[in-house]
């Protein structure tokens, strides 16, 4: 298998964290450089028309796209250790979790970057700076209410590590070094403790 990935990226780096806590070593990467377009070659648009990063070449020639369904089949592949959910109810709350971080914590990062940032201008045409700026205050409503979720457990989804412990830490870790978002500066020091935690696990600096 090959994944196509980039390094600095946040969506390659939830599956590359995610391959890491199977512990699959026999799937290559292969590095894009997007700043260099080359996710805008030929070659790279004949595996995914879309352009983007994350992509996996199957060992039969089929190349699987979009972060969270790459997941799925890298749960199916190798189910140890249970990433998921173990079970139709358990998917389903973890599922939830790891889409509200999604959809309002890792995006309003992404969007506040992409919008606000000089450095990815290139590539965010045109840039809309108030959007930007509007979507890392939104982000922060959905930190202050994941701060209040960890006081209670310590992970994002329960009692265990999950695909949504992924999903926010790649999303915090890509705010952390372009918008300088320190959870505990601004006191959410649940979040803070967390993703300190997170931080000392060996995927979480596995490369990308």
């Known amino acids: ?17 995610f391959i890491a806590e199977k512990g699959l070593t026999d799937i290559e990467q292969v590095q894009i450089d997007i700043g260099a377009a080359q996710h805008r070659s030929a070659e790279y648009l004949a ?16 190349v699987l796209c979009e972060t969270r369904a790459i997941c799925s089949w890298l749960e199916g592949y190798a189910p140890e250790p249970n990433l998921m959910g173990d079970g139709f109810d358990e998917r389903a709350f973890i599922e939830m979790t790891d889409r509200r971080v999604e959809l309002h914590l890792f995006y309003g990062i992404a969007n506040c970057v992409r919008h606000t940032h000089p450095g990815l201008a290139a590539l965010e045409q045109p840039q809309f700076p108030e959007y930007g700026a509007a979507q890392g205050e939104k982000m922060r409503e959905t930190a202050r209410w994941l701060d209040q979720t960890l ?29 300088r978002f320190r959870p ?25």
């Open 47 to 62: 595996l995914n028309p879309f352009g983007r990063v994350p992509a996996l070449e199957l060992d039969d020639g089929r």
């Open 1 to 17: 298998m090959k994944f196509y990935t980039s390094s600095r990226a946040p969506n390659p780096r939830r599956v590359a964290m």
């Open 184 to 208: 505990g500066q601004e006191g959410f020091t649940h979040l803070q403790a967390w993703r300190d935690r997170i931080a000392e696990r060996p995927s979480a600096s596995t490369s990308y």
């Open 151 to 179: 006081s209670a457990q310590p992970f994002v989804a329960g009692q265990r590590f999950t695909i949504a412990d992924i999903t926010a830490f790649c999303a915090l870790e890509f705010g952390r070094g372009l918008m």
